[in-house]
């Protein structure tokens, strides 16, 4: 090895108790990665932290910023981004997307379930409180059939990998999941910084999204409808992921509204425009349930549109994804998935469930507040990695607090074990060379009326902070481009 | 029985408002008991009026604003026609233990799921329920209980709750209005596994009344066997005859009669309702015809109304004609 090599991989710590995505259990750089590692290893720090700084300012450049609330003041930050992508072979991969088109399916399907003939509670796999107690299942939804019988045209699937080298799923997000921009912005950041070493790889597109997501939009369009026109409709520029909202709109070619470009007359959507009002057909909305219609739901919401949802009601617009979703990737629904797919699709799960414990029932909660140093309690209802404790992170007293929070609402909380997710070489900014750090995935899955897609890539997220298990961007973590190889 | 309601708001804004969206629950539901032979709604703007149905299926009307001002008033005015149904019918042949079965089967609780599960206005615990059923009494006997406790334990009182009120903090007030005293009864029959909904609609409280009197509501709860039946603890009554019922939900909040979306500088702004309940003669002369406006009403129904109408007509004729010939008699 040159000096040079040592230089930028010599801080790398190899810890046996996490698998590592880079090398092996003999300390091997795995061969996916050889050649990559060897064309880093030809560069010194100093490269490296310049090429880190360009990576910034293009990010900084495109606007590609977002927001963290509960902060003392809101702050606009650029998403961190990393130097080394991580690579996933054709295999592996193909376990992932069969998994993630699995789980979205048999979701679509318990959605439908639920809000009509609710077959799979009367035959006793779930239990009807976990639906009814959910502050996320809409009644308004009952009886109606959005079109194409879809709910989660958009679902975000929460991977990681654990010390057993096997991928587990996290969650399923379907209350339109956010970071897909991010995927297609590392990438474009990545063959600015290093453009070379595309050239020894050959990496799956993933700037086909926009084009496949519009596709999607177009398959359900209402019934009448030859030509639908699509909108994504956003709370605006102070959203975290307004970004987002304005890059998939310009890249699908269709026009980025708010609540009152959008009015409702007779059941039917118009956009205001300079030539008059023009019908709206498709509306992505990336504005919450509650605030969608002022009428409807949240009597003060301001950014939604009032009588949109009678519209939706009657078949005149479509709405992605549909409202009430947000009962099924509930964190205590979650727990039943593997039953859940087995109920709908007959099939096995193809992706791992991690073992979770219901606080709501009474020997699970035993056991929780027993061990609660060896677990991880999540609220059932909040993303975005808020309201999250890590047991063996807790100081006694921050324990005891954490019971008696436990204890008021037993339904609010579920534990799952501390799972170990994989570690992959990191650029780091203060040390200036690559360290381990934890890394998760997202996988982002469209359904439509006849139509699916998965996105070959995904968001792998990146917890910054040594040691540190949370990568929720919220939470201050980063993200890396993530390469699905060809076969 | 005939009724004639006329509501009336009227909004006052403290600026100018720019844009706006009203939406309306008043029109008496059409059921066995109630046809609404006449229905009308204006507003002073002239603005856009839509009809569409609410969650529940409820007919709605809204107003879509696009002028600017800073006072708008809205007038609905209906003619029903309601028959009376003996509630207690089909009661007293059904056991009392059938019931208390029947409405814990997983399916009868999928079946009323939406009116079985407490809702932020009827939150109550169980062990903040200060009225407990008595087993061995039937589901109907333990409701009417309910509805004279609430009636003898409670006062009607306007202004010292809102309408973001719950149970909780009615029970410690003591009192309220038809809201609260609904919201209460809705809780506590929920408790019990009883499907309950609010019902909101008009009372009649005898010719004479007129004006100040605001919309009502009351308690609808399922009982198998026999089907919903409305309870008012407010008046500690049955709802029959005088209960002129617009719409139904989980609580107030699918009822309120006037849901808005203002846009503008307007910080504040005041309401004034009346409400009139008047009964009528089937014969009297339908005055509120002659209005501009009318909210659609189903074909089927036009037809018949038309019908009846004309049948009204041709009768008044003769009458006339028997008249004149009985003036003529007389002459001769």
Redesign the interface.
């Known amino acids: 090895m040159s000096t040079t090599q040592q230089s930028i991989f010599s801080s790398y710590e190899k810890d046996p108790k996490f698998y590592d995505e880079i090398f092996d259990e003999k300390g091997n750089v795995k061969q996916v990665y050889q050649t990559l590692f060897d064309l880093y290893s030809g560069h010194s720090s100093q490269d490296f932290a310049k090429l880190n700084e360009k990576a910034k300012a293009s990010f900084f450049n495109q606007g590609i910023t977002f927001q963290v609330y509960n902060d003392q003041e809101a702050k606009e930050k650029i998403f961190p981004f990393d130097l080394f992508p991580r690579i996933i072979d054709p295999e592996e991969w193909e376990t992932i997307e069969k998994g993630v088109l699995q789980r979205s399916k048999a979701l679509n399907h318990f959605i439908w379930d639920i809000y009509h003939d ?1 077959k799979i ?2 035959q ?1 796999i779930i239990p ?1 409180d976990l ?3 959910s502050a996320n299942y809409l ?2 939804m ?1 009886g109606i059939d959005p079109p194409g019988g879809i709910y989660n045209h958009i679902s975000g699937t929460d991977l990681i990998k654990h010390s057993d080298g096997k991928y587990y799923v996290l969650e399923d997000n379907i209350r339109c999941p956010s970071g897909v921009s991010y995927v297609i912005c590392n990438r474009t950041a990545l063959k600015r910084a290093l453009f070379g070493v595309f050239n020894h790889y050959n990496a799956h597109t993933v700037t086909d999204y926009a084009q496949n997501l519009l596709e999607i939009m177009e398959s359900v369009k209402p019934r009448g409808v030859d030509e639908p026109n699509c909108v994504v409709i956003t709370p605006g520029v102070y959203n975290s992921a307004y970004y987002e909202h304005s890059y998939l709109a310009k890249a699908m070619g269709v026009e980025l509204v708010e609540g ?1 470009d959008l ?1 409702v ?3 039917f959507v118009y956009m205001q425009t300079i030539k008059g009002p023009e019908k709206v057909d498709v509306i992505y909305r990336r504005i919450d349930d509650a605030f969608l219609d ?3 739901f949240r ?1 003060d919401s301001a950014l939604g549109v ?2 949109l ?2 519209a939706y ?2 078949g005149n617009v479509c709405l992605v994804n549909a409202p009430g979703t947000g009962f099924a990737d509930d964190k205590a629904v979650y727990t039943y998935m593997p039953e859940i797919i087995k109920y709908y699709l007959g099939e096995e799960p193809i992706l791992n469930n991690v073992h979770t414990y219901h606080c709501s029932r009474p020997d699970e909660l035993k056991y929780v507040l027993e061990n609660i140093d060896k677990l991880v309690i999540k609220p059932v209802d909040e993303a975005g990695g808020y309201g999250i404790s890590i047991g063996n992170r807790l100081t006694k007293e921050e324990i005891e607090k954490v019971k008696q929070t436990i204890k008021a609402s037993p339904r609010k909380y579920i534990a799952q074990p501390i799972m170990s997710l994989s570690v992959h070489a990191t650029y780091i900014e203060d040390s200036e060379s690559f360290e381990s750090r934890h890394v998760d995935l997202r996988t982002f899955c469209l359904l439509g009326a006849d139509k699916e897609f998965v996105l070959k890539g995904g968001l792998t997220r990146v917890a910054l902070k040594k040691g540190n298990l949370i990568v929720n961007s919220s939470q201050g973590g980063g993200s890396k481009d993530t390469w699905v190889l060809k076969k | 029985m005939e009724y004639t309601i006329k509501y009336k708001a009227v909004n006052t804004y403290d600026a100018l408002i720019d844009e706006a969206f009203w939406q309306f629950l008043l029109r008496p539901e059409e059921n066995t008991t109630q046809n609404v032979r006449m229905a009308r709604f204006t507003n002073s703007a002239n603005a856009i009026v839509d009809t569409s149905t609410n969650t529940f299926g409820f007919p709605i009307c809204r107003v879509h604003l696009k002028k600017p001002l800073d006072k708008i008033s809205f007038e609905a005015s209906y003619i029903i026609s309601k028959q009376i149904e003996n509630p207690f019918s089909a009661l007293d042949s059904v056991v009392n233990s059938v019931h208390q079965d029947q409405i814990r089967s997983i399916d009868f609780k999928i079946e009323h799921e939406r009116f079985l599960s407490a809702t932020q206005l009827t939150q109550l615990l169980a062990d903040q329920a200060p009225f407990s059923f008595d087993q061995s009494r039937s589901l109907f006997d333990n409701l009417n209980d309910l509805n004279s406790w609430l009636y003898h334990n409670f006062s009607f009182k306007t202004k010292v709750t809102d309408v973001n009120t719950t149970p909780v903090e009615f029970i410690e007030k003591g009192a309220g209005v038809c809201q609260d005293f609904t919201h209460l009864f809705l809780a506590i029959a929920r408790l019990n596994h009883i499907p309950a909904r609010y019902t909101s609609g008009y009372l009649h409280q005898g010719n004479g009344y007129q004006g100040d009197s605001q919309m009502h509501a009351w308690a609808e709860c399922y009982i198998p066997e026999k089907g919903w039946i409305g309870f008012d603890p407010v008046n500690n009554l049955i709802a029959l005859e005088n209960h002129i019922k617009v719409a139904h939900g989980k609580d107030y909040t699918d009822c309120a009669p006037i849901k808005g979306v203002i846009y503008g500088n307007s910080k504040k702004n005041e309401t004034t309702y009346t409400v009139e309940v008047e009964a009528r003669e089937a014969s009297d002369p339908d005055v509120i015809l002659t209005s501009e406006t009318y909210a659609p009403m189903p074909f089927k129904q036009q037809l018949a109304f038309q019908a009846q109408w004309q049948q009204q007509q041709y009768q008044q004729q003769q009458q006339l004609r028997q008249q004149q010939n009985t003036t003529d008699t007389s002459q001769n």
């Open positions: 609710k509670i009367k006793g009807l639906i009814s107690t009644d308004q009952i009152r009015f007359e007779n059941d002022p009428l409807e009597p009032p009588g949802f009678s009601k009657k």
